[in-house]
């Protein structure tokens, strides 16, 4: 299970305590699991300018500090994504296809940076309904297929949250017509987290395709399956796969979305609940991969 990070702040900053230095970093949560390593790849994106600027390498990021200190110590914005990756492979792809930077997060296209956790199980028919999008797609990641899949909804929506909506319900709607297909999936995706941003405002999706009892955090062991954090700190919003400290963090309410921008010099934060999602029950397999 990747790990994402997110942060707004009222000014630009640097992020470099909560991805290198905390007790439960970005760079601590992709070793804190000897069983489930963040190993795969790892990247960082930020604003410069106003334009997206992304740092991502294919290696293990604990093989790689010192490169990701002279990022967070070069990333200083007011909104910061970082992921840790632990690859998924729904393609069937060999090792030397999957883990190449190309397939390493955060994604881009413009002035947006996406990051996702979780497995979307339907890449190919996906990317099949992206339209004119599909031919923008540079990797082979069922992850980028499913950032193309937002802007998509994006392009025609009002808002993130509506957005959001309709994508999720699109991607059910495939799986309609391609579950016989697939015979050992329940569903279209296992778990859409994302942290995005277009520069202004930061947002966050949190929802798993199963609910259950499971647990997965890796330093907070009481944290459900799949289900985000978030936290203030000074004039930071701060949001996670989990908590990156031992203060207090706040739990998303899935399936929601998150929306973050600086109004009136503070930073607002709206939350909204998905609905018409269809949820499953959490499976074995999935609470072990977790």
């Not at 778990?191 to 966050?204: K, P």
Request: with cysteine; charged share 25%.
């Amino acid at each position: 299970m990747c790990r994402l990070f997110a942060q707004l702040s009222l000014s630009p900053r640097s992020a470099e305590d909560f991805l290198l230095d905390s007790d439960f970093s970005l760079l601590a949560q992709s070793r804190g699991k000897r069983g489930n390593l963040q190993r795969d790849g790892w990247g960082l994106g930020w604003h410069e300018q106003g334009r997206a600027r992304v740092i991502r390498s294919p290696y293990p990021v604990y093989e790689e500090k010192e490169r990701l200190r002279q990022a967070a110590r070069g990333a200083v914005a007011r909104i910061v994504i970082g992921h840790v990756r632990a690859a998924s492979n729904p393609l069937g792809l060999d090792k030397k296809s999957l883990i190449v930077e190309t397939n390493s997060q955060p994604f881009t296209d413009g002035r947006w940076i996406f990051a996702h956790n979780g497995t979307l199980h339907i890449p190919r028919e996906t990317a099949a309904a992206l339209g004119p999008l599909r031919a923008r797609l540079r990797g082979q990641n069922d992850s980028e297929v499913y950032f193309w899949h937002l802007l998509k909804h994006l392009r025609r929506a009002g808002s993130f949250h509506e957005a959001v909506q309709l994508a999720l319900l699109e991607l059910w709607d495939i799986w309609d017509g391609c579950r016989k297909r697939h015979p050992g999936k329940p569903g279209p995706y296992s778990s859409l987290n994302v942290v995005m941003s277009d520069g202004e405002a930061l947002h966050a999706v949190c929802h798993a395709a199963a609910r259950g009892l499971a647990v997965a955090g890796i330093f907070h062991p009481r944290q459900p399956w799949s289900q985000m954090s978030f936290a203030r700190r000074g004039d930071r919003l701060v949001i996670g796969s989990e908590g990156f400290d031992r203060r207090a963090w706040q739990l998303m309410t899935p399936p929601e979305t998150l929306s973050a921008a600086v109004v009136r010099g503070r930073v607002a934060v709206e939350r909204r609940a998905l609905s018409g999602v269809p949820q499953l029950p959490l499976r074995a397999e999935e609470a072990v991969a977790a």
